[in-house]
C-alpha cells in the first residue's frame, strides 16, 4: 500500500502519474506498446475493471475503478475510471493508431484454458465410450457414441475460434469492456 493517493491525468503526449510526495512520472504515448481492458471480480469487488498498459522497457501499468478506502474497504470510483480510459485509449489511438487492445484473457492464459477445455473433451470422450450404458445392448451403440463425439467436433472448433484473444481498434472499444454506465 502507498502512504497516499496516487493521482493519474492525460497530457497530450504522455500519462503522468503524480505519487503522495509529488514527484511526476510520464509515460509517452508513443512507448505504450500493449493494452489490455478486462474484468477481474473478487470477492471484496465484484465490480472490478482493469485498464493495464505496458510501456516500452518498464513496468506494466495497472489501473483499475477501485480504491482502497482502508479497513479492507473498497470504493468503486467507475465514474470516474470510464472517462479517464476512453480519453487515454482517444490519444493512444492518436498517437499510434495502429495499436489494437485486448479484451479479456493474454494469449498464454487463453492457450492453458484451451488446454484445458481439450482436456475436458477428451475425458468427456473418453466416457461416453468407455462407461457403460443401457443403450450398449443395441447393435448400433458404438457408430451412435462415435457420431456424438464426431458432432462435439464443430461445436468445440467453433467456440475456440469465437473465444480467441482478438485485439480491437482504440477507437472502437465493446461497452463490454468497461463498467456499465
Not at 72 to 90: G, I, Q
Not at 161 to 170: E, H, N, T, Y
Request: hydrophobic share 45%.
Amino acid at each position: 500500500m502507498s502512504r497516499g493517493e496516487r493521482e493519474w491525468r492525460i497530457d497530450e503526449d504522455a500519462l503522468v502519474s503524480r505519487g503522495s510526495s509529488g514527484h511526476e512520472r510520464r509515460y509517452r504515448w508513443a512507448d505504450i506498446v500493449s493494452v489490455r481492458l478486462y474484468h477481474e471480480p473478487s470477492r471484496e469487488r465484484p465490480w472490478r475493471y482493469v485498464f493495464e498498459l505496458q510501456p516500452k522497457h518498464q513496468r506494466k501499468i495497472v489501473l483499475d475503478n477501485a480504491h482502497y478506502a482502508g479497513d479492507r474497504a473498497y470504493e468503486e470510483r467507475s465514474v470516474s475510471y470510464t472517462p479517464f480510459v476512453r480519453a487515454a485509449l482517444a490519444r493512444l489511438a492518436v498517437a499510434k493508431p495502429e495499436m489494437r487492445v485486448l479484451i479479456g484473457e493474454t494469449p498464454k492464459r487463453y492457450f492453458f484454458l484451451l488446454l484445458a477445455a481439450l482436456v475436458a473433451f477428451c475425458a468427456l470422450a473418453f466416457a461416453l465410450i468407455a462407461i457403460p450404458t443401457p443403450f450398449d445392448a443395441w447393435p448400433y451403440a458404438m457408430p451412435v457414441k462415435l457420431l456424438v463425439i464426431l458432432l462435439m467436433l464443430p461445436v468445440l472448433g467453433r467456440w475456440v475460434l469465437g473465444s480467441l484473444p482478438r485485439g480491437v481498434p482504440a477507437d472502437a472499444i465493446p461497452p463490454r469492456a468497461l463498467p456499465p454506465a
